[in-house]
């Protein structure tokens, strides 16, 4: 989460490129933050990041049913030793309103 908390924050205005994302149902809510979680990148590929808010004017949208996931857990001391019984919905959220993880 440290990693995430000094992202930079920008805005792209008139630009035109993909967005991609996943919506995380509410009852993966431990480990994962529920709800639309989307990344855009310009069609230069030249900016993009994580998707804090937009607007759109003509989108085409596609979207797929995923019915399982691979989750990679990590290999750490720090990981073991975390108290995984509570909810992170809260510190996630935070940090995702807080951080925006886009790059240029
Ligand atoms: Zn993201």
Known sequence: MDALKN?????????RGTL???RCPAYAGNV?????HLHFIT??????????ELQTDTVTARMEGVHEFHMVLPHNKSFYHSDLTKGKKAELEKVEKAGGTGSR
Do not use: I, M, S, T
Request: aromatic fraction near 12%.
């Open 7 to 15: 992202q930079p924050e920008f805005e792209l205005r008139n630009v």
């Open 20 to 22: 991609v994302g996943f």
């Open 32 to 36: 994962n933050v529920p709800g639309y």
């Open 43 to 52: 069609e230069d590929r030249k900016a993009g990041g994580h998707v804090l």
